[in-house]
């Protein structure tokens, strides 16, 4: 019941032979070093691309993204070009050797330090390598990303979801009346 997830294109593989799968279940689990996760089931097809290579990207998708995410989680990269189904675009790697989505508004080149099975799926957790961001979305003045310009999605319960409007910023519920107000917008 830990919902919403977001609704992510993991890539792997490599640059001659990579695929897409729509994962739900990834997150950032430290800031120094960065360092995020993927748990995947060992009979999907992309597992044993990241355990061959050790590498995956996870690309945060859009409203725009949408459709192609739900296809790529309901289709298996066994059957299908997934890329060219899509219409998805593959970018090469700037540290890692499986591409990214070029439409995603912000790519995650990661490199697995230890994979941990759990059960039903097994858990790569893996160091943050770059972040690669539309630079259309980063704010000129503060240099922050534009969360509410990018037209993120999420997935719960069966449905995925726009992000919505922000409430507030990180600390604003403590501050002084006039800062916090200035804050939340």
């Known amino acids: 019941m830990i919902y919403p997830l977001p609704?992510?294109?993991?890539?792997?593989?490599?640059?001659?032979?990579?695929?897409?799968?729509?994962?739900?279940?990834?997150?950032?689990?430290?800031?120094d070093p960065a360092m995020c996760y993927i748990s995947?089931?060992?009979?999907?097809?992309?597992?044993q691309m990241v355990r061959d290579t050790?590498?995956?990207?996870?690309?945060?998708?859009?409203?725009?993204?949408?459709?192609a995410t739900d296809w790529c989680g309901v289709r298996s990269g066994r059957d299908y070009d997934k890329w060219a189904e899509t219409g998805l675009t593959p970018a090469p790697g700037v540290m890692v050797g499986c591409p990214s989505v070029a439409e995603a508004p912000v790519s995650i080149e990661c490199r697995v330090k230890q994979i941990t099975h759990l059960g039903s799926h097994d858990m790569f957790l893996a160091q943050v390598l770059a972040?690669?961001?539309?630079?259309?979305?980063?704010?000129e003045s503060t240099g922050a990303f534009r969360l509410d310009?990018?037209?993120?999605?999420?997935?719960?319960?069966?449905?995925?979801?726009?992000?919505?409007?922000?409430?507030?910023?990180?600390?604003?519920?403590?501050?002084k009346k006039k800062t916090a107000a200035k804050l939340k917008k």
């Open 7 to 31: 609704a992510a294109l993991v890539s792997c593989g490599t640059a001659e032979c990579s695929n897409l799968i729509t994962v739900g279940w990834t997150g950032t689990v430290c800031t």
């Open 40 to 47: 995947l089931r060992p009979e999907r097809h992309s597992y």
């Open 131 to 139: 972040v690669l961001a539309d630079e259309s979305l980063i704010d």
């Open 54 to 67: 050790m590498e995956f990207t996870v690309n945060l998708t859009t409203e725009a993204m949408a459709r």
């Open 149 to 175: 310009k990018a037209g993120l999605i999420t997935y719960a319960h069966g449905q995925y979801f726009a992000l919505g409007r922000p409430l507030g910023r990180f600390g604003w519920s403590v501050m």
